[in-house]
């Protein structure tokens, strides 16, 4: 079964303790993205990777950083995660033309205290 | 600067009603996708449209694409509880890698 799987699905934690929310794809796309959703914001991308140690900054980098060191794996580490990163985290993946169907992981829901 | 805004941000509806979201940007896109996201579930992709005007049903789900590849129309008829969820527009840019940029959200709630 196609899928995109995020691990964990909820936190909890403290400030300045460092986490990483792992992703891993089954269908061997080469991109690869991280959002957040903020109620009444959207989705607002964080960071994304075109292919196998091809990463860029989306739209709100700041406070993450990203590794894409094989092909179905993009984890996101928060290295000194703040309140204002909590949030609902999405990973996504698809081929490589915008046309086709961006697969999203259920989510992960973290909130830093 | 959110370059899609959705509107309405919420909708509270009868089952068996007619409703129209919409989404509007100043910007062009080269395709623009709809999803439907549940509780604790991501995005799920529901069409994807190209060409400007261009028209596409998916059974009571009609989604319009604008001439000018500005806007979007999602237009349910006769909706049912089980279209109840958060309707999310999402527009390709032109930018190299082709990037994704989310509307604000429309949650829709259909009762019984």
């Known amino acids: 079964e196609a899928q995109v799987t995020q691990n964990p699905r909820y936190l909890i934690t403290v400030t300045g303790k460092k986490l990483t929310v792992t992703c891993s794809q089954n269908m061997n796309h080469e991109y690869m993205s991280w959002y957040r959703q903020d109620p009444g914001l959207g989705l607002r991308q964080i960071y994304y990777?075109?292919?196998?140690?091809?990463?860029d900054k989306g739209d709100v980098p700041e406070g993450y950083k990203v590794s894409r060191k094989e092909k179905r794996n993009f984890p996101l580490i928060l290295e000194s995660p703040s309140p204002n990163q909590t949030s609902l985290y999405f990973c996504?993946?698809?081929?490589?033309?915008?046309?086709?169907?961006?697969?999203f992981g259920d989510g992960t829901r973290l909130s830093i205290l | 600067t959110q370059l899609l805004e959705q509107s309405p941000q919420f909708l509270s509806i009868q089952e068996g009603e007619n409703l129209t979201v919409y989404c509007n940007s100043s910007?062009?896109?080269?395709?623009l996708q709809w999803y439907r996201q549940e509780p604790g579930e991501g995005p799920v992709l529901l069409v994807t449209?190209?060409?400007?005007?261009e028209v596409k049903k998916l059974k009571r789900l009609t989604f319009q694409f604008g001439d000018a590849r500005k806007d979007s129309s999602l237009h349910i008829t006769a909706a049912q509880p089980g279209d109840t969820g958060l309707y999310l527009c999402a527009g390709a840019q032109d930018t190299g890698f082709q990037k994704l940029v989310f509307g604000t959200g429309t949650r829709l709630l259909v009762s019984p």
């Open positions: 990777s075109m292919n196998v140690e091809v990463t």
């Open positions: 449209v190209v060409t400007g005007g």
């Open positions: 996504a993946s698809r081929s490589g033309s915008h046309n086709q169907p961006q697969h």
């Open positions: 910007s062009v896109f080269s395709s």
